[in-house]
């Protein structure tokens, strides 16, 4: 069973539960975008900003790279796949009990056509 | 046969699972399956999970208890109990899970969709550490925000 760190999830967790920093990350799933631009985007200060971008690298959600003076943010792909998989852990197990269950539905639909045939 | 139908599971509040389905066929099938225990235990534990179901006993009406005892052997058995709070044929059964101490609540509604059954399956928990508990069983301490995320990985992932 795949193991999930706590802190990793914490840290993850905690990045999503601001709207702004939700919605740097929606922003930068449609392209990479410096500081500045963000901070214009939702009319903000560049501090905060930073502070933003601050929170969601260190959730490992967003990478950045400073070129010259300019400070590029990037969304990483594969930020999100820790987090998936531990709901799909839990959506796995109803699913395969509802596979079981599609098969008795199936079975009892059956009998049930049958028994109206016999009628 | 129709293709599966797919399970949906969404995060509602800190204590709350909810998980959605669709089944093909109506509802007083779909609450038959749930509500006859030798119907079941054909399903509630499937086969590939290796853990057989080695007493199941259900009185599914309002008032009524279950017990369910998983394990390959009598030593290593695990028993999962609790009382059915609310039994309406055919749409609605609400059941207590005792065994933790703690109680959790599980609700499950059958909706007929024209021959089809809508169920949605909600998992109450006393507390949100429980409901971490739930689904991780290690880490536990998660702030409760998987609506957000679902709608999230719908943009990032999909």
Known sequence: MVQYSAARLDASFAALSDATRRGVLEALGRGEASITELANQFQMTLTGMKKHVAVLEEAGLVTSEKIGRVRTC????????????????????????FEALDEIVEDLKQREHQNVGKE | MSAKNETVVTRKSDRELVVTRLFNGPARIVFEAWSKPELFQRWWVPKTLGVPL??????????????????????????????????????????????????SVTTVTFEDRGGQTLLTLSELYPSKEACDEAIQGSAAGLPGQFEQLDALLVELVA
């Open chain 2, 54 to 103: 080695r007493a199941c006993e259900m009185d599914v009406r309002t008032g009524g208890g279950y017990r369910l005892e998983f394990g390959l052997d009598a030593a290593n058995a695990m028993a999962f109990y609790g009382k059915y709070t609310e039994v309406t044929p055919h749409s609605k059964i609400v059941w207590t899970n005792e065994e933790g101490g703690e109680i």
């Open chain 1, 74 to 97: 990037r969304l990483v792909t594969s930020g999100l796949e820790e987090e998936a998989a531990w709901i799909e852990r839990y959506r796995q197990r109803w699913a395969l009990r």
